[in-house]
């Protein structure tokens, strides 16, 4: 159970939260490498804008000995004009409440990941990812819940 930060309801959005809510071990959160790559879960979905693209998705694998889950995007032939953000959802309470993970942000090509949390086997541990893209069209775009 998240002992404290965060906690949003409602639609996915970037307005309140910050990648500092959960980097360096905040409220539970683990830091890992941009290029950190899991076993993918839940599908990959795409953020896109005015012709710019970047693929992103949830992976669970084992981080410092503990099975856990994080977003993760790569984004391919981006001008150095273009943002992307990424952040990652996560509830313990079947997605009444969570706690934002993000945005983590890059300008141009290359992977973001957002920070990891532990797995669980309790159904009301749920994770989903969300990413947007800068320029028209480019809103926020979230996996389903996992």
Not at 47 to 58: K, R, V
Not at 88 to 113: A, E, H, K, R, Y
Request: charged share 10%.
């Amino acid at each position: 159970m998240l002992a404290a930060g965060l906690l949003l309801a409602g639609p996915a959005s970037t307005a309140h939260a910050t990648a500092a809510d959960c980097s360096n071990g905040a409220n539970g959160f683990t830091d890992i490498s941009d290029s950190l790559r899991g076993t993918p879960v839940n599908g990959t979905a795409v953020a896109n804008s005015n012709g710019n693209a970047a693929s992103f998705g949830q992976h669970v694998g084992t981080v410092s000995g503990r099975q856990m889950g994080w977003g993760f995007l790569e984004a391919r032939n981006l001008p150095s004009s273009v943002r992307v953000d990424l952040w990652m959802d996560v509830t313990n309470n079947g997605g009444s409440t969570w706690i934002q993970c993000g945005p983590f942000s890059m300008w141009g090509s290359g992977t973001i990941t957002t920070a990891a949390y532990p797995t669980s086997s309790s159904s009301s541990r749920k994770f989903r990812v969300c990413a947007s893209i800068t320029g028209p069209g480019g809103g926020p775009r979230c996996l389903d819940w996992w």
